[in-house]
């Protein structure tokens, strides 16, 4: 009932930037936290960055000072703005929301897709 649908992924050189945009929609009567993990080859699915409901944000020690994590709450959508852009960070970025379905609905975590970063030159 909820669909996370990203986007801004794809092919950046090592020091250069992106902006990777997730947008819910669905039956949505509110969600909390949204945030962005990502897994790459080889590797466990890790956070990057988390915010919640009422814009408090947690980053992950990798990312710190590079990224920034913003939301709309009014378009349920979660940016993910990354800047100075390194090989280690070439993963698959997935986009998840903590969201309730319907007045009565309980809140469930939902993913996305996910969308390839590759950092190359």
């Known amino acids: 009932q909820v669909q996370l649908v990203e986007s801004g992924g794809g092919l950046v050189q090592p020091g250069g930037s992106l902006r990777l945009s997730c947008a819910a929609s669905?039956?949505?009567?509110?969600?909390?936290?949204m945030g962005w993990y990502r897994q790459a080859p080889g590797k466990e699915r890790e956070s990057v960055a988390i915010?919640?409901?009422?814009?408090?944000?947690s980053y992950a020690d990798s990312v710190k000072g590079r990224s920034t994590i913003s939301r709309d709450n009014t378009k349920n959508t979660v940016d993910l703005q990354m800047n100075s852009l390194k090989p280690e960070d070439t993963a698959v970025y997935y986009c998840?929301?903590?969201?309730?379905?319907?007045?009565?609905?309980?809140?469930?975590?939902?993913w996305g897709q996910g969308t390839q970063v590759t950092v190359s030159s």
């Open positions: 998840y929301a903590d969201a309730r379905v319907g007045p009565w609905g309980v809140k469930y975590p939902y």
């Open positions: 669905g039956s949505i009567s509110s969600i909390n936290t």
């Open positions: 915010i919640t409901s009422s814009s408090s944000t």
